[in-house]
């Protein structure tokens, strides 16, 4: 049995945990915060609860992997909830569309009412993603990389000078359909003009696959991972930073930690779940990385009853112009009337949050009862770190990220920063990906 010390207690180092727990590992998780959870965790007041992270939709079968591979399935812990509509958009012009996830035939026919054609221009996209996602699925996404040695196929796409901005203006002439393309990317804090072209594969896994949430909301997804951890007999630190890493004859030795070195063995190892510029012998192999900086945040509590025409608003609903404007609309409020939401502003803002939403007609103004304003200084001070990641900056970024393996022989990365693209599907294969590098005990 090797020890195996697990640095962060977001998503990424729980998922880690528990994977590597279950091989038969004695783990160490190490969580600066009094809990685990990171951005899963929900932000609660006055009896209102928002999800505390930008992304809370999900891929179904990552998550269902991660608890049959350490556990009871998925289904015996968590209420998955597949979103008929995974958002929808209302545009400048007045115009607006619902992207419906799983099928084909549902968005052809959803374009189809923005304009005559339209329909197929994007499902005609959206198709042109299917040997991308093959190609990278195999030898990137669900399977341990080496840069050095990749099949040609999948290194002619990693290695492209094609961005996504470009891939858009040749291929979707409605610059509405370029907004809805984009918008997952600039919801991850990145300018397209600095985003690989194949990572609009989104859009093909949204069409195939759909989009999922978890009822309740993310922290649900925390608290049945934390239960997990003991069940799996995990050692959990908390309220502990892990300072840096202890190397001996370019190995690591130990975790120094601010309550004391934890050694690892003759035949430990550590996975670094936190952004690694966070660890100084980590640090120069990331120096050409930034973050990804979360956008502000405005949690909203609002008594009812709410007028019609905003109570059958979609899960996530996206108002585009300068700033952009991301409604998401199911947090939890304390009476069966009321309505929790989270406000994103991406752009410019240069009044309070609720006179731009009711300038797009969405005028809550009235019914809000209590608030959480947060900026993207304090919500990477609360978390410890960006869950959105490493921001895309050209086609090198891919090989500039660590993960799964690092430069060090037994220190591995997994979470938001060992990831091409923000979320729980990424951060939860970056899980996989290191589990089966460690491989059992």
């Known amino acids: ?23 038969g590992h004695s783990v160490t998780l190490v969580e600066s915060a009094d809990a685990p959870g990171g951005a899963l965790r929900p932000v609660e007041l006055d009896g209102f609860s928002w999800d505390g992270s930008a992304h809370a939709t999900l891929l179904p079968a990552v998550l269902r992997d991660l608890f049959r591979k350490s556990g009871r399935p998925a289904e015996r812990e968590l209420e998955l909830e597949p979103l008929d509509v995974i958002r929808e958009h209302r545009f400048e012009d007045g115009t607006r569309v619902r992207l419906p996830g799983g099928s084909r035939a549902a968005q052809l026919a959803a374009f189809d009412e923005l304009g005559p054609g339209l329909g197929q221009h994007w499902v005609d996209h959206v198709a042109a993603y299917a040997d991308d996602w093959e190609v990278l699925r195999k030898h990137y996404l669900e399977n341990p990389w080496n840069p050095a040695a990749l099949p040609r196929e999948a290194a002619a796409r990693l290695d492209s000078r094609e961005m996504l901005a470009r891939r858009l203006r040749r291929t979707l002439k409605d610059e509405r359909l370029r907004l809805v393309a984009g918008h997952p ?16 594969l989104t859009a093909y896994l949204e069409q195939r696959f759909g989009a999922w949430r978890v009822v309740g909301g993310t922290g649900e997804i925390a608290a049945a991972l934390t239960k997990r951890l003991a069940t799996r007999r995990v050692e959990t630190l ?26 690892l063995g003759p035949d430990g190892a550590v996975v670094c779940a936190i952004d690694p510029r966070r660890l100084p012998a980590l640090h120069d192999h990331v120096r050409r990385t930034l973050p990804a900086l979360p956008p502000p945040m405005f949690h909203l509590g609002l ?17 585009h112009g300068d700033p952009t404007l991301v409604v998401r609309t199911r947090g939890r409020a304390p009476t069966a009337d009321g309505a929790a939401w989270t406000v994103h502003s991406y752009g410019t803002l240069l009044e309070d949050i609720l006179l731009a939403l009711a300038r797009h007609r969405i005028d809550v103004r009235d019914h809000v009862v209590t608030r959480v304003d947060l900026g ?66």
């Open 1 to 23: 049995m090797a020890r195996v010390v697990v640095i962060g207690g977001g998503y990424g180092g729980l998922a880690t945990s528990v994977r590597l727990a279950k091989l």
């Open 303 to 319: 008594a009812g009853p709410l007028p019609d025409h905003l109570t059958d608003l979609p899960a996530e609903l996206v108002l």
């Open 238 to 263: 908390t309220s502990t930073s892990a300072v840096d890493l202890v190397l001996r004859d370019g190995r690591a030795a130990a975790v120094a930690t601010t309550a004391g070195e934890i050694d």
């Open 376 to 441: 993207a200084a304090e919500l990477v001070g609360r978390w410890g770190g960006s869950p959105l990641g490493v921001l895309w900056a050209g086609r090198r970024t891919v090989r500039q990220r660590l993960g799964p393996h690092t430069p060090i022989e037994n220190v591995y990365a997994a979470g938001a920063h060992a990831t091409p693209g923000a979320g729980l599907p990424y951060v939860g294969l970056s899980a996989a990906l290191v589990a089966q590098v460690i491989g059992p005990a």
């Open 185 to 200: 990317f600039v919801a991850g804090g990145h300018h397209l003009r600095d985003v690989p072209a194949w990572s609009g």
